[in-house]
């Protein structure tokens, strides 16, 4: 398995577990920083390699009316003082070609979402960065389809690759988690992340938005770091009752301590047997 660095990060066979976290949409400016605080100090205590999530844009909302984030500029602004403040990566999703040019100066990874997996004049426009880029795979596809989107990746001459297992459409307004898509997606040379919150959602359960089982959250984070994940992606909020995006999936803050190390422990326990 080739191993994808992200600034000081190591990530793949044999390094520790990493963590992609933050709230799913940038709400402020003064959120964003305070949130990267206590997931930058909950981080060191554990001694878990971080990489800041939140999104500029979010482009892919069941509503109109739906909260989407300050946008591009704004948002890339607020992302830069987060890593110059904090010393984390940052990570958020990239959704147009156009976008690519600006997002590569501040973005220490370069997220496709699952919708646009197959989108090969994004994904080249992410791999001819040079940047880390985290693809998320489709609902739609098979995990052994991701090879496609790798040799996409790969022939751009960038080997700085994560593949996201996040859920396959079962029926409507489901996903289920099938984690033999884990070793699969491994068998294609690079780490696979496991996103435990868009693993959770009820795809437009709720009409206007998506509904979610926070409650899973850990049960499903649990098993997938057994198989053998090498990241966990974990979008997390101090109030989930007032998050203006994923409301009903991401995980609290006062949740996140307990789980991380048990799934540190998980992933020890991996690594002593092989």
């Given at each position: 398995m080739h191993t994808t660095t992200v600034r000081h990060i190591s990530i793949g066979k044999n390094h520790p577990l990493?963590?992609?976290?933050g709230p799913c949409v940038i709400e402020s400016r003064s959120h964003a920083l305070e949130t990267a605080h206590f997931l930058t100090d909950l981080a060191t205590e554990l001694?878990?390699?971080l990489i800041y999530k939140s999104s500029y844009d979010k482009a892919n909302r069941s509503s109109y009316t739906s909260f989407r984030g300050p946008g591009l500029t704004e948002g890339l602004d607020i992302l830069n003082e987060v890593k110059s403040t904090y010393g984390c990566p940052v990570l958020s999703d990239v959704h147009t070609v156009e976008e690519v040019v600006e997002a590569k100066q501040v973005l220490d990874v370069l997220?496709?979402?699952?919708?646009?997996c197959r989108q090969t004049d994004l994904v080249t426009a992410c791999a001819q960065t040079m940047r880390p880029v985290n693809i998320k795979k489709g609902q739609f596809l098979a995990p052994q389809d991701m090879k496609n989107v790798v040799d996409k990746i790969t022939a751009c001459g960038n080997q700085q690759i994560l593949l996201?297992?996040?859920?396959?459409?079962?029926?409507?307004?489901?996903?289920v988690v099938d984690m033999r898509a884990i070793p699969i997606m491994q068998a294609l040379g690079y780490p696979v992340v496991f996103d435990a919150t868009h693993a959770v959602q009820l795809p437009g359960g709720l009409g206007g938005m998506s509904s979610g089982e926070r409650g899973m959250i850990p049960y499903l984070a649990k098993a997938a770091v057994a198989a053998g994940a090498n990241?966990?992606?974990?979008?997390?909020?101090?109030?989930?009752?007032?998050?203006?995006?994923d409301a009903l999936s991401v995980i609290d803050f006062k949740d996140l301590k307990p789980l991380l190390k048990a799934l540190q422990a998980i992933h020890a326990l991996n690594l002593s047997h092989g």
């Open positions: 990493a963590l992609i976290a001694n878990i390699p997220q496709i979402p699952a919708f646009l996201t297992e996040r859920g396959t459409t079962f029926g409507y307004h489901n996903l990241v966990i992606f974990l979008e997390a909020h101090p109030n989930p009752a007032q998050a203006k995006s």
